[in-house]
């Protein structure tokens, strides 16, 4: 017997040399942000397309009938795809290459440890509520950006970090939300009703995913509970856009 790396072997083996392959995917495997980066990258490309410029120019036909605006959603205009397809829409390159850096910083995190499904569900439930708190706070104001659900998913980071025994002021997760929200009560143009409503639906998205999905191995009541979230948002935004005023002119259906 010859003495081998794989063990004792006879002398006729030890001479063959065994063929390696590699397995390969047939696909790239993307994260859910990763994705949500790339659609939110080429709706700003429509937009810049059909009229958005660089610098934020707020025009054209993808930004008319994607932006979040009370009116269209009353007074016998039902356009409420706008809950969905404004948090999508940015004003300016500034404005989606902040968020999309924002995107990046808090998904990459939370995703992995959360998983996809869970984390497409918080994500889209803080969508809705912020659109939600953007209505119930400024109807007649145009609101759009990625924002109120990124905020969304930075509140169920906290969430899940607390749970896990992280310190959030020492992870620098508490200094971070205490800044943001600062920014968002300062800062002019700022939709406050949107970034409050997107962290509000974190946290409880979090907390659902913490208590039924990771405690109790439940995640069908914690996507129940995500889902809960977003159609009573959508219910309170339509609620909440039934008191605009009139369309202004100059917007072309």
Avoid at 211 to 221: A, I, L, T
Avoid at 222 to 246: E, F, K, P, Q, R
Wanted: proline share 4%.
């Amino acid at each position: 017997m010859t003495p081998t790396s794989v063990g004792m072997r006879c002398p006729e083996c030890a001479r063959e040399r065994t063929k390696v392959r590699t397995l390969r995917s047939g696909a790239p495997s993307w994260s859910a942000w990763e994705a949500l980066i790339a659609i939110n990258a080429a709706v700003f490309l429509a937009e810049v397309a059909t009229g958005v410029t660089l610098g934020g120019r707020d025009s054209g036909w993808v930004y008319v009938h994607g932006a979040l605006y009370g009116p269209f959603m009353s007074h016998g205009y039902h356009e409420y795809w706008r809950l969905l397809t404004a948090g999508f829409l940015h004003a300016s390159l500034v404005h989606i290459a902040l968020n999309m850096l924002s995107l990046w910083f808090v998904g990459r995190v939370l995703e992995p440890a959360v998983g996809k499904v869970n984390f497409l569900a918080i994500y889209f439930a803080s969508l809705f509520a912020g659109s939600f708190g953007a209505l119930l706070f400024s109807p007649d104001v145009p609101t759009l950006g990625a924002s109120t659900a990124i905020f969304g998913v930075f509140g169920a980071l906290i969430v899940v970090a607390a749970t896990r025994g992280i310190p959030i002021w020492q992870s620098g997760l508490g200094p971070m939300l205490l800044l943001n929200l600062i920014f968002t009560l300062t800062v002019a143009q700022i939709s406050v009703g949107g970034h409050l409503g997107g962290l509000a639906s974190g946290l409880v998205c979090g907390w659902l995913v913490v208590e039924f999905d990771e405690r109790r191995r439940n995640r069908p009541v914690a996507l129940a509970g995500c889902a809960a979230v977003a159609v009573l948002s959508v219910i309170g935004a339509i609620a909440a856009a039934g008191g605009t005023g009139l369309v202004p002119n100059g917007w072309t259906l």
